[in-house]
C-alpha cells in the first residue's frame, strides 16, 4: 500500500521493507493455503469502485503516496486443520464499481448475513483486513456502520494460536503473529510510513450472492487502527485475497479525479473474467529464477517489464537496464493500485526532471518539495505548462503503452499548486520503480494470474460500470 507521510491513502498500508523476502515464497503462494474456492476463468463477478483520501486523520499533504505492504514471505505451506470442511469452488464473476480520488474504495459484502465493508484496493500489500467493532454497543446506539460486527455473523471465527498461521517462523515477517491474553492469534502489521494494523487473525466469508461465496478466509480483524477503511490485498502473497480464493483474474478502471473537489467518479472492479479483455495488451509479468534470492527484491509485486520513457516526441537517454533489478534487486518496475503516484529510481528520475526543466523550467515552484516527495510542482496555468511539457509514455515490452495526456500529466495539490505526478523512490525508502494509480487513469489494468501477465485497454472509466 502506500506511506502516510506523504500517505496517500494506500499508503497507509504499506511498510516498505522488502529485506530477507524470499522467492520461494513467491513460488508457494500458489499451493497449499487452503483449498478455496476457484474462481473459474469463465465467471466474472463486478463491483463499483470509488476513490478517495484514505484517511480522515490525514493532511491533504499527507496522503498520496504507496502501497507496498512490508514482507518477508514464507517458504512454508500453509496446513489445512484436519476435518476441515472444503466448500466446492464456484466460479466468481463479480462486478462492482468502485470510487477514486487517491486510494481505490471499493465496497465488498462479507459475514454470514453480509455486512458491506469499504476496503482499499491494494495489489500491493498481502493481508487483507477490515476494521471489527470489538465494543458492545449501548442498546440506545446502534453499531458504526463503517465497521464489521463479528456478533452478527454465523460464519466468523478467530484463530486460536495453536493454529499453524501462529506459529512462529523465522525468517517469515509477512505477518508477524503472537498470543494474546485471550490464547488468541494476534498480527501486528506496519507500512511504510510506520502506521500499525493490529488485532487477530480471523476466518470470514465474502458473499457475493446467495449461491456464490468464498470458504472461510484468512484475514485480518483490526481493533484499533485510525482508518475507517479497510484493505483488500491482491499481490502475489499466499495469504492475499486473490491467492486464497485462487483467483484466475481481476480488473479494475481507474477514472480521472475531479480536482480537490469531494466529488469521487465512480471506476469498475472485476473478479473473474472482463467482458472488454478482448481489447487488452499483454505484457508477460517478470519473476526471478527458482532459488533464486535478492534483498531489495519482492517477489510477491507484480512485476513488469518497464523499457523506457517518453516526454513530448523525446525519447529520454534512460537504458533499460534501470528499469530491471540488479543483482541486488534494486531497480524492479512494478505496477500497484496501493500506491497513488509514480516514484522513479534515481537515474530515471533525474532524466525526468532534466527534461522537465528543460521544458517549463522557469515556471517550477523553487525550492518546493509536496509530501517530502514531489519536486516538480508548478504555480500556475496548469494547462499552459502542460502545454510547454508535452504528453508522457511509458512503454513496455511488446510495444505496449501506457500514455498520459498532457492535460492529466500533473495533479491538483490545492492553493494553486499542481505537481508532476512522479517522484523519486528514494524518497519513500525503496530502491524500485513504482507505477501509481495516478498513472493508470482511464484504462483496464487487468491481472491475468493464470497466465501470468499483465493486461492494458483505454477505456472512459467514468462509463465502465
Known sequence: MASFRPLFFLSLIFFFSFHNLSSAAHKNHHSKLTKATVLDHSFSLSFPLTSAPLSKHASSETSFLSSLASSSTSTKKRNRNAGEKVEQPLPYDYKSSFKYSMALIVSLPIGTPPQSQQMVLDTGSQLSWIQCNNKSPSPRTAPPTTTFDPSLSSSFSVLPCTHPMCKPRIPDYSVPTSCDQKQLCHY??????????????????????????????????????????????????????????????????????????????????????????????????????????????????????????????????????????????????????????????????NKVREEVVRLAGPKLKKGYVYGGSLDMCFDGNPVEIGQLIGDMVLEFEKGVEIFVNKERIMDDMGNGVHCLGIGRSQSLGVASNIIGNFHQQNLWVEFDLANRRVGFGKADCSKSV
Do not use: H, W
Open 188 to 349: 501486528s502489521y506496519f507500512y511504510a510510513d510506520g502506521t500499525l494494523a493490529e488485532g487477530n487473525l480471523v476466518r470470514e466469508k465474502f458473499a457475493f450472492s446467495s449461491s456464490q461465496s468464498t470458504p472461510p478466509l484468512v484475514l485480518g480483524c483490526a481493533a484499533d487502527s485510525k482508518e475507517d477503511k479497510g484493505i483488500l490485498g491482491m499481490n502475489q502473497g499466499r495469504l492475499s485475497f486473490a491467492s486464497q480464493t485462487k483467483l484466475q483474474k481481476f480488473s479494475y478502471c481507474v477514472p480521472v479525479r475531479q480536482g480537490q473537489g469531494n466529488l469521487m467518479p465512480a471506476g469498475g472492479f472485476y473478479l473473474g473474467q472482463n467482458p472488454n479483455s478482448n481489447t487488452f495488451q499483454y505484457i508477460d509479468l517478470l519473476t526471478l529464477p527458482d532459488g533464486q534470492r535478492m534483498p531489495n527484491f519482492d517477489p510477491l509485486a507484480y512485476t513488469i517489464g518497464l523499457v523506457g520513457i517518453r516526454i513530448g516526441t523525446k525519447k529520454l537517454n534512460i537504458s533499460e537496464s534501470v528499469f530491471r533489478p540488479d543483482a541486488g534487486g534494486s531497480g524492479q518496475t512494478m505496477i500497484d493500485s496501493g500506491t497513488q503516484y509514480t516514484f522513479l529510481v534515481e537515474e530515471a528520475y
